[in-house]
Every structure is written in structure tokens, then in C-alpha cells.
């Protein structure tokens, strides 16, 4: 557990990192409990932030979020607990709290190549809600200080991790070898696993990837889920800032078609007035879920 952050200063930085993370809030209490109502804290995938009391409810509760992040179910629900009867706490009275999962950033992305395109690029996703994998083989092509939703990967072997790091995400190959641009679409293609591959170059070069890539035995619906040339084509420009304007405009246009929130959102009124009824009349359970996906209608 870390300690060194409060509830508030986590929150800050799972936002800056995109980071998905479960906030905790107190709700309402009965008895002798271990922190009034109001306190909160933050649990992510390996730490936790804050304290609404230790103990046994407070280890269910990291655990249950962790198993929710895992899951990426990114649900609010109300829960009750009595310390006494089912979590063996001594102070023996009950907790009601409020537990929300935040996805942090749900566009991710791995750009392959750290030249001007990306450096550029790199300038705008700092910028904008996108946890972002930045690969390259060359140490000394990253900037100082890369932006905080920018985790830098330094590997010498960029076609070898491809798959791991790029299963279910967006990829970018923008890098400065088209034998390594050429591999690393090869291998994405074979794993079969990301969301979309683009790849920069000119029509000439998207025509004898797409060849090079018949020959391989790679159908034509594969080899078309490659976008070659990326970026849109009514942004013009060759500069680098231009190049990178034009990608993050189709990033963009494709996290909007793919992400359309629905009407109804958070949890109903009902699971509410439930909850707030079960605790008046005494009715305690060890867990009153009412969950309520984000962006799913009820």
C-alpha cells in the first residue's frame, strides 16, 4: 500500500497516466467503524492510495477491485458491509460505500518508431485521452520527458514483442526502416490480435506491401485492415506536424465510431433508493451490488 499519495493527489495521476483505477468513497456508517463517512481512496492494478480503514474491509475491497480492473469492468456499485458478522473486525459496526471503476484512458495505442512523425505525434497524444506504447530500438531517439500518458519501451528485438504489446490496441508503424515496417506488419498480421495497423509511406509503398504480403499468403481482407498511407486525406501538409495532425485526426474519427456512449448511464435511481432502504430498516448483507455498466444502458 502506498501511503505517500492522498485519495485526491491518485486520482490526479491515474488521470495524467490514463491509468484505470477503482475510487472508494464512505457512504454511511453504523457504530463503531474505523473511518467516518466521506473518506475515500484509490486502488489500482498494484497499489493503493489512501485508507478508508485497513483491516479486513478494506483487503475485500482492493481485492474485489482488482479482480473488477482485471476484468476491465468498469461498473459503480453500492455495497454493505457489517464488520462484525462477516469480516471478524472488532469495532463490529456496518459500512455502506460507493465503488467506482474508471477506465482511465480506453484508446490505446503502440506507436513503432521514435523519428520527427512521432515526435510530433507524441506532442498531440499528451494532449488527448490515449494511454500510449512508444517502441523504438535507438535510447537516444526519445525526448527527456515524455509526456505522462507516454510509456517508452526501448527493446532490441520491436518485431518479437509486437504481439504481446499490441494485442487488442491500435497500432502506428512510423518508423525509419521499411524492411522493419515490413516485419512488423507481417508479424501483427499473423497474431491477428490488434485493433488496427497503421503505417505510414506513400501509395507506392502501400502497393508493394500489399504484394509483398500476397506472396506471403495473406488474404486481401487482411492486408487491407492496413491503413497505407495513414493519417486523413483531407489534411494536407508533409511537414512532421502536419503528418502527425492529419494521424491524430483518424485516431480520433476511429475512437468516436467505435466508443458511442448510450443514453442511460451510472446506476439507476432504484439500486439507490434500495440500498438507502435496506440500511434504514437494518437489513444487512455482507454485499448489496447494484452495478450499472458505463456507456450500457440499464
Not at 124 to 147: C, H, K, N, S, Y
Not at 151 to 157: A, E, F, G, M
Request: glycine share 10%; aromatic share 6%.
Amino acid at each position: 500500500m502506498d501511503r505517500r499519495l492522498n485519495w485526491y493527489q491518485a486520482v490526479a495521476r491515474c488521470e495524467d497516466r490514463g491509468e484505470p483505477y477503482v475510487l472508494v468513497t464512505v457512504l454511511g456508517v453504523t457504530g463503531s467503524v474505523p473511518r467516518e463517512p466521506a473518506s475515500k481512496m484509490v486502488i489500482t492494478g498494484e497499489d493503493s492510495y489512501d485508507t478508508i480503514g485497513g483491516g479486513h474491509l478494506e483487503y475485500r475491497i482492493c481485492q474485489q477491485a482488482r479482480e473488477r480492473l482485471a476484468r476491465q469492468d468498469y461498473t459503480s456499485e453500492l455495497a454493505h458491509f457489517p464488520l462484525g458478522a462477516s469480516l471478524g473486525q472488532c469495532c463490529g459496526g456496518s459500512v455502506s460505500v460507493l465503488i467506482e471503476a474508471h477506465p482511465g484512458c480506453e484508446q490505446e495505442l503502440v506507436i513503432f518508431g521514435a523519428g520527427h512523425v512521432a515526435r510530433a505525434l507524441v506532442t498531440i497524444l499528451g494532449e488527448l485521452p490515449w494511454r500510449v506504447t512508444w517502441v523504438d530500438e535507438r535510447a537516444d531517439q526519445f525526448p527527456a520527458g515524455a509526456p505522462a500518458n507516454i510509456r517508452i519501451h526501448h527493446t532490441d528485438d520491436p518485431v518479437g514483442d509486437a504481439p504481446r504489446l499490441c494485442a487488442g490496441k491500435q497500432v502506428l508503424i512510423l518508423t525509419h526502416n521499411h524492411q522493419l515496417d515490413f516485419e512488423l506488419c507481417r508479424t501483427l498480421l499473423t497474431a491477428g490480435n490488434c485493433a488496427g495497423i497503421g503505417l505510414i509511406g506513400s501509395d507506392t509503398k502501400a502497393e508493394r506491401f500489399r504484394q509483398r504480403l500476397d506472396h506471403r499468403g495473406f488474404s486481401p481482407e487482411q492486408i487491407h485492415t492496413i491503413r497505407c498511407p495513414v493519417g486523413r486525406p483531407d489534411v494536407p501538409g508533409k511537414r512532421p506536424m502536419e503528418v502527425a495532425v492529419s494521424i491524430s485526426a483518424e485516431l480520433l474519427s476511429l475512437s468516436a465510431s467505435a466508443h458511442q456512449p448510450a443514453a442511460r448511464r451510472g446506476l439507476p435511481w432504484k439500486a439507490l433508493k434500495g440500498l438507502i432502504q435496506d440500511t434504514h430498516t437494518g437489513q444487512h448483507c455482507e454485499e448489496v451490488p447494484a452495478t450499472m455498466q458505463k456507456g450500457k444502458a440499464e
